[in-house]
């Protein structure tokens, strides 16, 4: 009995401590589960801003090459996933031994940092928009004006490059690389990119005196042009002579379409202007084209009627002047103040231009002053086409023709200084808004008892007070010089600069550069001129084309399609235009024939792109 309750008593005590065990009256110690380190080594690192990650997060910054540990551990058997999260400035970092599930602290994973160096160099003779370069197949750049250009995406050390072409920048340029493609050792700055622009005969006949067409227009001299807000060409009137050699002027309206490469003659509803040539035009913000004044060769009288022409409805309207011909200019006041009343003269030939306010700007001319007619002018006017007021800016001795130009010394811009009277100038607006004019038939620094040609460059700065008013820049005080072609085309050479003329063409590139092409002294040019007005140089560049007269142009191949020594040749009054793309149009002007100077022009109704 006494074995029994024994036992009994052990065994029991021994059941109630497991009892209470398991029924939870006493604790246990949980097993602890291991866990490794994630790290590794960076190396190369030289630059700031590197951030690793693991499994994407457990962010880590990492300023300078050695060691590294994710503050973050990974339990056993857990995978682990080593990225760069952002890569340090001009550094591109990789992850090798990155990924795995940890058994152990992880020590190998491999951070290697290298340079990364930019791609980039200088483009050199571009005149358009359009063109596109490549490195390595991608990473497209479109470049639109002159000078440096750097890829987007850099290389990494010891990495290729390959810049190529993409895309060239219009029809009648090409451009070419040099120095494209190596291993970036260090930034890469000395690619070359040099375009080429060669004429591109787009439409029209390469033959003389050619009638209307009925999707082309007529060989003509003289037009008026205009670009409309959607980048069509237009083109108004202008002369050409008739089956019995009488020359005739024209009213008829044609625009180019630029993307389907088709005239269309518009006709315009209402009361539309007479027949006339050597218009002045402009465009006003809401892509109106506008016509002032002319000449009517049957009659030789001068116009001063204003029109505005609204491509969306197609109609002309009659904004001011006179129905009279030949009527005198109204100089009331003070230069500069606006008088109502006041009106140019009639008038053609004038040069013209568009501010940035919008308003229109006209000068010379030949016509009528305030009490002759039938000579050369030098009144400066202005026209505000929100309100119709005219202002006549001066000079103030303008009123009267024939006047004389004030040259002071070159690039000095002053109220005393002044254009002398002339007709048949070229003109361009520059980037910074100024005002150029070129050359003309009229007066220098004297008066001639003949017609002189003229080749002295003239900027006009507006506003008041010093830097404001006329500047003489360059070429001669006196009339028919001739001009200097050494060198080699498209090289800048000091001295050069283009002979006296008129009637010549004039286009503003998308740098605002100023381009001289063909004219009339005697006989005609189709020389191809550049003036950089920014350039410490403040010099002509001869282009192309040829330094003797009366050259012959080339049509080499199909319209529209370029074909390599393809130009233009020699003419004056031809009608010009720019496109948004900062190409080049030329179309018709007439031609005189050396061996019969005193004949009759005959008349282009070619069409170029430059």
């Known amino acids: 009995m006494r074995n029994w309750k024994e036992t009994c008593v052990?065994?029991?005590?021994?059941?109630?401590?497991?009892?209470?065990?398991?029924?939870?009256?006493?604790?246990?110690?949980?097993?602890?589960?291991?866990?490794?380190?994630?790290?590794?080594?960076?190396?190369?690192?030289?630059?700031?801003?590197?951030?690793?990650?693991?499994n994407g997060g457990n962010s880590l910054t990492v300023s300078a090459s050695g060691n590294f540990i994710f503050s973050t551990a990974v339990?056993?058997?857990g995978v682990y996933a080593v990225t760069v999260s952002t890569q340090p400035s001009a550094q591109h970092c990789t992850v090798t031994n990155g990924n795995g599930?940890?058994?152990?602290?992880?020590?190998?994973?491999?951070?290697?940092?290298?340079?990364?160096?930019t791609i980039g160099g200088t483009v050199s003779g571009l005149s358009a928009k359009g063109l596109v370069l490549q490195d390595n197949g991608g990473d497209n750049l479109t470049v639109n004006a002159n000078g440096a250009f750097t890829f987007s995406t850099a290389i990494a050390s010891g990495g290729a490059y390959a810049v190529s072409i993409h895309t060239e920048p219009s029809i009648a340029q090409s451009c070419a690389v040099t120095n494209g493609s190596g291993t970036a050792s260090a930034n890469v700055t000395n690619v070359q990119v040099a375009c080429t622009t060669e004429w591109?005969?787009?439409?029209?006949s390469d033959k003389f005196n050619q009638p209307n067409g009925v999707n082309t227009p007529g060989g003509r001299t003289y037009p008026a042009t205009w670009t409309d807000a959607s980048g069509n060409l237009w083109l108004f009137g202008g002369s050409d002579y008739d089956s019995s050699g009488n020359e005739i002027d024209f009213n008829d309206l044609w625009k180019y379409n630029l993307a389907s490469g088709e005239w269309t003659e518009m006709s315009g509803s209402g009361s539309v202007p007479g027949i006339r040539d050597l218009p002045a035009t402009w465009t006003d913000s809401s892509g109106n084209l506008w016509l002032f004044g002319g000449y009517l060769q049957a009659t030789g009288d001068f116009l001063n009627d204003l029109w505005k022409y609204t491509p969306s409805s197609g109609e002309w309207t009659l904004m001011g002047g006179s129905s009279?011909?030949?009527?005198?200019?109204?100089?009331?006041?003070?230069?500069?103040?606006?008088?109502?009343g006041n009106y140019p003269g009639a008038r053609t030939g004038s040069a013209s231009?568009?501010?940035?306010?919008?308003?229109?700007?006209?000068?010379?001319?030949?016509g009528c002053a305030s009490e002759s007619c039938w000579a050369f002018l030098n009144d400066l006017w202005t026209y505000n086409p929100s309100n119709g007021q005219w202002i006549w800016m001066g000079p103030s001795n303008s009123n009267e023709v024939q006047q004389i130009g004030k040259y002071g010394a070159p690039g000095i811009s002053s109220s005393d200084y002044y254009p002398g009277a002339r007709c048949c100038s070229t003109s361009w607006i520059d980037s910074s808004g100024d005002f150029w004019l070129f050359g003309g038939n009229g007066n220098g620094s004297s008066v001639s008892s003949t017609k002189g040609d003229l080749n002295d460059?003239?900027?006009?700065?507006?506003?008041?007070?010093?830097?404001?008013?006329?500047?003489?820049?360059?070429?001669?005080?006196?009339?028919?010089?001739?001009?200097?072609?050494?060198?080699?085309?498209?090289?800048?050479v000091a001295g050069n600069l283009p002979g006296a003329r008129q009637f010549a063409a004039g286009w503003t590139d998308l740098s605002g550069n100023l381009w001289l092409f063909g004219g009339y002294n005697g006989l005609d040019f189709n020389d191809l001129w550049e003036y950089n007005p920014s350039s410490s140089q403040g010099g002509w560049t001869w282009m192309g084309g040829s330094s003797s007269q009366s050259q012959l142009?080339?049509?080499?191949?199909?319209?529209?399609?370029?074909?390599?020594?393809?130009?233009?040749?020699?003419?004056?009054?031809?009608?010009?235009?720019?496109?948004?793309?900062?190409?080049?149009?030329?179309?018709?002007?007439?031609?005189?024939d050396p061996a019969n100077p005193a004949a009759n022009a005959s008349t282009f109704n070619d069409l170029w792109e430059y």
């Open 324 to 340: 009279t011909l030949d009527v005198f200019g109204i100089y009331g006041g003070t230069p500069g103040v606006y008088v109502q």
């Open 457 to 492: 460059l003239w900027k006009y700065t507006q506003g008041t007070g010093q830097g404001a008013g006329w500047a003489y820049m360059t070429g001669s005080e006196g009339t028919n010089s001739s001009g200097t072609y050494a060198g080699t085309p498209g090289v800048y």
């Open 75 to 77: 339990a056993s058997g």
């Open 200 to 204: 591109v005969w787009m439409g029209g």
């Open 101 to 117: 599930t940890a058994s152990a602290n992880v020590t190998n994973v491999q951070v290697a940092c290298v340079s990364l160096y």
């Open 353 to 366: 231009w568009t501010d940035s306010s919008g308003n229109f700007w006209l000068f010379g001319g030949n």
């Open 10 to 54: 052990f065994t029991c005590a021994a059941l109630a401590v497991l009892n209470i065990a398991g029924c939870g009256g006493g604790s246990t110690v949980p097993t602890q589960k291991t866990t490794y380190t994630i790290g590794g080594t960076v190396t190369g690192l030289a630059g700031t801003g590197l951030v690793l990650q693991d």
């Open 553 to 592: 142009g080339k049509y080499a191949g199909t319209a529209g399609v370029a074909t390599a020594g393809n130009f233009p040749g020699a003419r004056d009054g031809a009608a010009v235009w720019t496109d948004s793309s900062g190409n080049f149009w030329l179309f018709g002007g007439e031609y005189t």
